[in-house]
């Protein structure tokens, strides 16, 4: 792949990297790609990040049809550090496919994020905790109102020096079970990390907020009685020394901090189950003391420990609302492996030297 490279002439002044958030900042530039049925994927360029022209009838602006990733750079002694990068390539072609958007080819993904990263590479922070959030996205970008597959995307990426994602840090969130709004059903697009989704899951989510939570727990959307996911998070349960996480049943979300930590968990012995989890039985086992250990799994928090569920009128505190010990030891071993402080046993992290 051939990328055309025009270079910012001013640069921005970055912000102060102890205080950065999330998503606020953006680097100087951005990559952007073309495609149509006619050429394929073509016009692959790296410009100026700015404002992008786009038609008043795209599709995109009409009918939602947008994908994206979230992943992270983590900068080492030589350059940075990329993890599990191919994992998020093969989620963005499943949610294409979902959408009928074009698929992406993993070499020029990988080449088109090294490029731009390595450009940008002054904007990767190095203090603790931070990192350089990169956000892949498609449009689909057919400049007529008819509702029919495009013919017309376009492919970016954009980066971000993030802090930690919530203002609390590392303390147990507190999260309210959604009773009335559901975020995805079966054969839906839950499954697939598109923009709608998360049009969907506003108001609870607002809702959740007022009440003083910091994001809700979905159920499933035909019985609402299984648990499947936090807002941005996969959800896993220590339960009697043994590991529970709802199964992938197509309206959850395949994260994939969830799956590298189901193989952390099991290369440590524990069991961990891939299965359906009642609402009644998880709270019945918060009640009995059963239910050690609640954490949330993502890219953008990494591991993130629950302290509070809340449910039809009652709240069930986790763990004193303490960081519990394998959440605290969870964390620790994948942020080591993404800072580069832990042996990478399994070659997750794609190495880039600067
Ligand atoms: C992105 C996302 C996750 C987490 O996926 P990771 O690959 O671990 O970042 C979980 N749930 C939803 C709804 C998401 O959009």
Redesign the pocket.
Known sequence: MEIKIEKAKVLKQKPDFTKLGFGKYFTDHMFVMDYSSKEGWHDAKIVPFDYIPVHPASTVLHYGVEIFE?MKAYKTADGYQMFRPLE?LK?MNDSAERLCLPEFDGDDFIEALTTLITLDYDWIPDQPGTSLYIRPFMIGNDEALGVHPVHNAKFFIILSPVGNYYAEGLNPVKISIENQDV?AVRGGTGYA?CGG??AASLRAGKRAEEMGFTQVLWLDGVERKYIE??????VMFKIDGEIYTPELTGSV?P????KSCIEILRSWGYKVSETLISVDDLLEATENGKLEEAWG????AVVSPIGHLFYDGKDHVISNNQIGELTQKLYDELTGIQWGKVEDKRNWCLKVKV
Request: aromatic share 4%; proline share 0%; hydrophobic share 25%.
């Open positions: 979230g998020n989620r975020r990390k989704n998360y996911e936090v807002g941005a998070m996969n979300l994260g994939i901090t969830r799994t993502g890219t953008a």
